[in-house]
């Protein structure tokens, strides 16, 4: 078998070559940082830090944050929390040690801004605290989290640690999954679930406690709540309010809330040296996977972790690497495990778990691995200095996911991954000079760069009439907030004076983003909601189809089988209802390469829009074989985001030019049939501008659906009239942000 030879061959030589030149190569392509290169070939470091050759390092600022050794010897590595019970590995946490001077300080303070490393203990001890310290005899103790991984994964850990079932003394909430009970006394919750909860009770009566963790992240969620729980902390004195941060803006948090006390845990953090890329990298992937192998052959004992932009890089890297290793002789096992938000939760659970001996764990990670989530044993962490972040464009009017480089607070909070439990290094995958010169010091808050429809629907559900006047940390961009109006006021849940419609509230009343609660009320009067209901949900749950290495052209063809040539949604339809035809039937998902588990979630999803749906009194009627009112009804939803056929394949976006393409994998690919109008669900940014999930629509619904932006070219008589029409209504709102615009002004003049 030659080529099995031949492979196996240049394998060897490379292997040889490595092997020879694998001091050399260190020097020649890592930049140093701070300290010595001794441990990273598994030197253990001497204890350097008062060396006085630091202060000639190229990088002095971020090798000496890491250079704080503060704690004892590392007797804890990777064997820790094998050899340790539950209650010793509690009580080595950094928290532990001023347990009863933190809540002296909480019993004396209404707010209390708690700042600690990760992984000091904040997220899982602090609830569990002042449980002991007797206050969820007076309600329940609450704890926001950014991202709904860590509520679920924490919530878990906590449940562990005192020794209860999941779901009853401790639980937690994210959208669509409420696992808690009448016991619960410990919640974990996304921030936006607390956001909702103050929808219905405005003084947040159940909670005795509300810790805002992970308040540095400044979710767009946690921005919004600490203008409310600044007003209900006013209110009710016997509330306790704890803002937990990794370090930074802490002092900002102090400030906002009215000087409120700071308490420092005092950190427990290892040497980790810091080395920059020497040149700029082109293929971060390639390059991630290059230096986690280099680690894994050469490197002594410790567990890699791989920070990625997205769920795709996270794929490839790992299958790049779990390929490259298989190819390599005479090289230990290495653990390779992805996580990300949309990951099922079993599979999550797995980076948690202690490798078995002799096998080396290598976690590859979005930057929910930053502060959220801490893994233990982690001595190396290689960083390409990229994540996702969603992103205002004023220029499309719409938001959307690209890859931006990090700041340089999240750089450092990368690097310090790697020192939790030893000494560690951070392969930094971009040059020192990329690091001062085009990095942010620190990244810019979600309210100040997403689109706010859904915090400005909530707010004035919640009776805020001015915006502008509610009180942000860091307010938003006065466009961002004008622009936001505009849309739901375009979606008609707002009136030509800024308030909430009848169509504005029902909307409100669905955990949804606007165009979707929009999908939902118009199907309610098409008589279509039935259907309407399977697609929200659909697209509610993330990736439904997967694509086996191996088995590409075979799951393809099975995924084919589904297609409704004119619409993504309608495909999505079709699939729940064979699927319901199929008596729910995880062997036939399997069988079409559907995860089970994603189609159960839809369902469950589906259920809890229904029951949302029943309250407000809509009919559940189904459209029968009349597809079109399907379409008409996502027509009615998204037509801001239409686009106009131009090539094939092609389209540019109706209202501003700029281009936009199918995706390979939407149904409307290659049918030999391309729409002359399509209504997209969002816009992806990768190698070029993808809409994601679309549909066909007609020339004529654009213009019935959508008058303020288009108009069919009719008679010129009609055509004068709509256009008359659509003028009056535009500067009747023109008006209303004028106004708004010169309130603002004054505003600022006044101050
Ligand atoms: O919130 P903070 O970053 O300060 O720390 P934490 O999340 O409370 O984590 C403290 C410790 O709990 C970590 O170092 C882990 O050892 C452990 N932990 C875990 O094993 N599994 C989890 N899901 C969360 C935490
Ligand atoms: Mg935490």
Redesign the pocket.
């Known amino acids: 078998d030659m080529a099995v030879v031949s492979r196996n061959g240049s394998l060897l030589v490379r292997k040889f070559r490595e092997q020879k030149e694998r001091k050399k190569a260190q020097h020649k392509d890592w930049e140093l940082a701070g300290t010595n290169l001794g441990n990273i070939l598994g030197v253990k470091k001497k204890d350097d830090r008062e060396d006085p050759s630091m202060g000639e390092s190229t990088d002095f600022k971020s090798s000496q944050r890491f250079a704080q050794h503060m704690g004892k010897k590392s007797d804890a590595s990777s064997d820790f929390?094998r050899s340790k019970s539950l209650k010793q590995?509690r009580q080595y946490?950094p928290i532990y040690a001023v347990k009863e001077e933190l809540l002296n300080i909480i019993r004396e303070n209404n707010i209390v801004i708690v700042v600690?490393e990760?992984?000091?203990?904040?997220?899982?001890?602090l609830a569990q605290y002042l449980h002991e310290d007797g206050y969820s005899k007076y309600g329940m103790i609450g704890c926001t989290q950014p991202r709904r991984v860590a509520a679920m994964?924490?919530a878990?850990?906590v449940s562990e640690e005192m020794n209860v079932t999941l779901g009853e003394e401790v639980g937690y909430a994210i959208r669509f999954e409420d696992v808690t009970s009448d016991k619960t006394i410990l919640k974990y919750m996304t921030d936006g679930i607390l956001l909702r909860e103050s929808l219905r009770e405005s003084d947040l009566d159940g909670y005795s406690c509300v810790i805002m963790d992970e308040a540095h992240e400044r979710s767009l969620n946690t921005d919004v709540l600490f203008g409310l729980l600044r007003e209900v902390a006013a209110r009710r004195r016997d509330l306790k309010l704890i803002v937990t941060s990794?370090t930074m803006d802490a002092d900002k948090f102090s400030r906002f809330f009215g000087n409120v006390p700071m308490y420092t845990i005092p950190g427990r953090t290892f040497p980790v040296d810091v080395l920059f890329s020497k040149s700029v990298v082109e293929d971060y992937v390639e390059a991630a996977v290059k230096q986690a192998l280099q680690i894994h052959v050469q490197a002594r004992k410790g567990d890699i972790l791989v920070f990625m932009p997205g769920q795709e890089d996270i794929e490839v890297t790992c299958e790049t690497l779990t390929e490259r290793v298989e190819e390599l002789d005479d090289v230990a096992p290495l653990a390779v495990l992805p996580i990300y938000s949309q990951l099922p939760s079993d599979l999550q659970a797995k980076i948690?778990q202690k490798a078995p001996d002799g096998v080396r764990k290598c976690v590859v990670a979005t930057n929910i691995a930053e502060?959220s989530?801490?893994v233990?044993g982690i001595a190396f962490v290689v960083d390409p200095g990229y994540c996702k972040l969603k992103v205002f464009n004023s220029r499309i009017g719409m938001d959307a996911l690209s890859v931006f480089p990090v700041s340089q607070a999240n750089a450092n909070q990368r690097s310090g991954r790697a020192g939790r439990t030893e000494a560690g290094v951070a392969y930094r995958l971009y040059t020192l000079n990329q690091y001062k010169n085009e990095m942010l010091i620190s990244t810019i808050p979600e309210i100040q760069r997403t689109n706010l429809a859904n915090v400005v629907l909530l707010l004035k559900s919640l009776g805020v009439q001015d915006l502008l006047k509610f009180h942000f940390m860091d307010p938003p961009p006065q466009d961002n907030i004008l622009n936001s109006m505009y849309q739901l006021w375009n979606l008609g849940a707002l009136d030509n004076t800024g308030a909430l419609t009848t169509c504005g509230r029902t909307m409100v009343e669905f955990p949804l983003d606007p165009p979707l609660s929009k999908m939902m009320i118009v199907a309610c009067d098409m008589g279509c909601c039935d259907e309407i209901l399977t697609i929200v949900s659909m697209l509610s749950v993330p990736a439904i189809f997967y694509r086996p290495t191996g088995r590409e052209e075979e799951s393809d063809a099975k995924r084919e089988k589904f297609s409704v040539p004119e619409s993504d949604h309608m495909t999505l339809l079709n699939v729940y209802q064979q699927w319901k035809a199929n008596g729910y039937s995880a062997t036939w998902c399997n069988e079409h390469f559907i995860h089970a588990k994603a189609m159960r979630k839809v369902r469950e999803v589906r259920s809890q829009l229904k029951e949302i749906a029943e309250q407000q009194k809509m009919p559940l009627k189904s459209a029968g074989n009349d597809w079109d009112a399907i379409r008409k009804c996502i027509c009615a939803a998204y037509f801001h985001h239409a686009a106009m056929l131009k090539g094939i394949g092609e389209y540019v976006n109706l209202r501003n030019g700029m281009p936009c393409h199918l995706h390979p994998t939407s149904a409307l690919f290659g049918m030999g049939f391309t729409p002359d109008y399509v209504v997209y669900h969002e816009l992806v940014m990768t190698s070029r501008e993808y809409m994601q999930s679309v549909t066909a629509v007609e020339g004529e619904w654009l213009a019935e659906l959508g008058p303020m932006f288009y108009s069919v070219k009719e008679s010129a008589k009609t055509r004068k009239e709509k256009r008359q029409a659509t003028k009056v209504k535009l500067s009747q709102m023109e008006e209303e942000l004028a106004l708004a615009d010169e309130q603002i002004k004054r505003r600022k003049l006044e101050q």
């Open positions: 929390a590995q946490l600690g990760t992984g000091s203990g904040k997220t899982t001890q994964s924490v878990k850990r990794a948690f502060t989530l801490t233990d």
